[in-house]
């Protein structure tokens, strides 16, 4: 059996919260340098990956400057800032909940993704808190969408992450969620709803397949004016867009939806009107470290339920 390779800790700082982008060469290959690799590896078009070498922007263990010349070597660690992408701030805070030695419980608005992917690296939750609360090993025990609000656990030391990571692996924390979507009379709740949910890589949405469930929701109403319902969503499965869904598959999909029941289009950057009516109000779990038990709850609203005509025809926010 193949021992994990040890990885060394970084040469470069972070840089607005974010770690510097990590890259083992590969055992097997015919690249004479670390250039060659790099060239083909990043297809980052022509002369970037000359130019970050020539300007001593990716380093090797210790710091030491990774040349044009550099000889290949396998499993090789190689590090490297990408360049930041211009992002449009989002303008509500992330608030904290909770805070000890071991952990960060933080309050996430809409908008805001949880850890950097993709477009979003500096405007990420993590990020944030690395930077506001001077935590730069901050890391996240699990993730939220972008589009969702609520609670996030975060982990302060490393060496301590699996513990809570294994919270949600092993189905050990209680979540549950609030969410506003259409009242339907002839729609019998509370019940129990299972599917096979099926995310394939670069499709935007989730969709339910045949096959043995993987995806379990309990969904209640808690109480209803008008059109609207106001639900509680409790989760004991964790795949992608679960709670979408099954509340689209239900014929009550969530308000401000632009995935389900059908793609609709990005939301142009800058526009925070009328966020997915989706919320992470609670999290109630045992420390796997400390022992203590936790319950901690969200204090947000969720503003098609509190106020339906300013989430529905109210002017974009402006940051």
Partial sequence: MR??????PSPL?????????????PREGSWATVREHLVERLAAGDGVVDAMLGDGLFVGEGGRPVTATTAYVPGMFVWFHRELPDEEQVPFPVEVVYRDEHIVVADKPHFLATTPRGSHVAETALARLRRELDLPELGAAHRLDRLTAGLVLFTVLPGERGAYQSLFRDRLIAKEYEAVAPYDPGLVLPRTVRSRILKERGVMA?????????????VELTEHRGGLGRYRLTPSTGQTHQLRVHMAALGVPLLGDPL????TGPVPAGDFRRPLQLLARALEFTDPVTGRAHRFVSGRELEAWAAYDIWSAGPARDQ
């Fill in 260 to 263: 389900y029941p059908e793609v």
């Fill in 3 to 8: 021992r994990k390779p040890r990885i060394p």
């Fill in 206 to 218: 989730a969709c339910e397949v045949a096959g043995e469930p993987n995806a379990v929701t309990r």
């Fill in 13 to 25: 700082p972070q840089r607005h919260g974010v770690d510097p982008v990590r890259i083992r060469l």
